[in-house]
């Protein structure tokens, strides 16, 4: 069973607390037959000069800049020897079978993808036990099965995932114009539409603290680029007829949230709405450009993606299960 090669790529940006347990229980595996790729993204905590020392088996690629996750991980890819690709995030760790596991889930069933579910950090619950989806807009929303919602997931996230290098790079692998936050999304919308088979392998796990990089709550550069993400995932997802229903109702919601971060004294938040429309603007060509790939190789017509889709408002769902 070992007899592919797995390259496992791991974007680094300021996550030296996290690439200690990380890469000890990546090096642990009972599978053998790896290589371990880091991408650092111009870190300053002295991250590559601690993976270098202690784990020199790990080819480390050291950026000059920080170019992002989808940049970070196609560099990594790049520079691949594995047939399969493990990419995993930073602040994660797994067991010592675990890619025995998922390797044999990923041979045994008839899936292009596939993804670990996830329990947290320290073990203690499950993360996602839920379906991910977005809704029609493009915002992500979470579907717990137990509330009696069964809708398919549209994409599994992106912390934790494993395929082969020749799918990836034949599907247009992540797009680099996605600095953080939906690129998986992006790429899953277009898989759906390429006809390609994926899952969650529900009885095998990886530890994720979550947000180990960026940090959590309300902050400018979250709300920035996922506004210059979705609007450009919607531009090259959606067939033309539905893209002219739902931009202008799209960008009519951009303009409500626009004026609530002005009233509520939040007034960088509320500008990253016109950074991100100007961001989409400056790259229209490059987004058309991806476009017309997307519908000259799509299989799938776009009713059977919004069957997957939620069909409610996905940040209203978000902010009353917050409260």
Request: hydrophobic share 40%.
């Amino acid at each position: 069973m070992q007899n592919k090669e797995i390259s496992i790529i791991i974007v680094n940006w300021n996550g030296l607390k996290w690439l200690d347990k990380c890469i000890s229980s990546l090096q642990n595996q009972t599978y053998k037959n790896i290589e371990i790729i880091l991408v650092d993204n111009a870190s300053t905590d002295g991250s590559t000069n601690f993976v270098e020392e202690h784990f020199p088996k790990v080819k480390v690629i050291r950026s000059t800049k920080n170019l992002g996750f989808s940049n970070g991980n196609n560099i990594g890819i790049s520079k691949a020897k594995g047939e399969y690709i493990l990419l995993i995030n930073n602040d994660t760790w797994v067991e010592n079978d675990f890619l025995n596991k998922l390797v044999d889930f990923y041979e045994n069933n008839n899936f292009d993808i596939i993804a670990p579910r996830e329990r947290r950090y320290d073990k203690k619950e499950n993360f996602n036990d839920y379906n991910t989806t977005i809704d029609i807009f493009g915002h992500p929303v979470y579907l717990h099965e137990e509330k009696g919602i069964q809708k398919q997931s549209l994409y599994l996230t992106g912390v934790c995932l494993l395929f082969s290098k020749k799918m990836y790079l034949e599907t247009g692998s992540f797009d680099n114009n996605f600095f953080m936050y939906c690129e998986e999304v992006d790429w899953f919308w277009r898989l759906n539409l390429l006809g390609k088979k994926y899952s969650y392998a529900d009885d095998i796990f990886v530890y994720h603290e979550g947000a180990g990089s960026t940090g959590s709550g309300i902050k400018y550069t979250t709300f920035l680029w996922r506004n210059q993400n979705t609007l450009q995932m919607l531009l090259k997802n959606y067939a033309l007829y539905n893209l002219a229903l739902i931009l202008p109702i799209y960008l009519l919601l951009n303009v409500i949230e626009f004026i609530f971060f002005i009233l509520i004294i939040k007034p960088k938040i509320a500008f990253s709405y016109i950074e991100g429309l100007l961001f989409n603007i400056q790259k229209l060509n490059i987004i058309l450009r991806n476009r017309k790939w997307v519908q000259k190789n799509r299989k799938i017509k776009d009713s059977e993606i919004l069957n997957k889709m939620y069909l409610g408002s996905g940040k209203l769902k978000h902010l009353i299960s917050s409260i």
